[in-house]
């Protein structure tokens, strides 16, 4: 965790914001975050930060489309928010403070991104977070 220090710094910022406009925190150690419901900012959804998660919505265990879904590609189930992020949040204990370039130069916030494919991946089937094959 202390490997991703930086990012969970920024989240705990915008957490700490966004508690001043009414959003809750919640400590989640199934998920191995701080998770911030309730965040009056954003398209909806989840943003995860280092070990901090920024939810819009009341509970994170609600479930969403994956990416590949919302694209039109496969008629995947719904997945659990929580599983998703939980990805996010392995992804950047592996990475720390690589984790944000290395996901923006796969992307970004976009169904071809291999990290949210992982994450998409991981909340399905509960293994493969990992954004590249090793075999």
Known sequence: MAWT???TAIGLAIGAA?????????LRSADLALVFQGVPWGPGG???????ILH?????GERCHTYARAAGETDDAPIAMNEHERAHVLQYMALGPFFLP???L???VRGSNRFERAADRYAMTGRG???WNIE
């Open 106 to 108: 796969c992307g970004g």
């Open 5 to 7: 220090a930086p990012n």
């Open 56 to 60: 819009t919505g009341a509970d994170l």
């Open 18 to 26: 966004a508690m001043a406009r009414g959003a809750r925190a919640r």
């Open 129 to 131: 977070w990992w954004p």
């Open 46 to 52: 989840a943003l995860t930060l280092g070990n901090v």
């Open 102 to 104: 290395a996901y923006f």
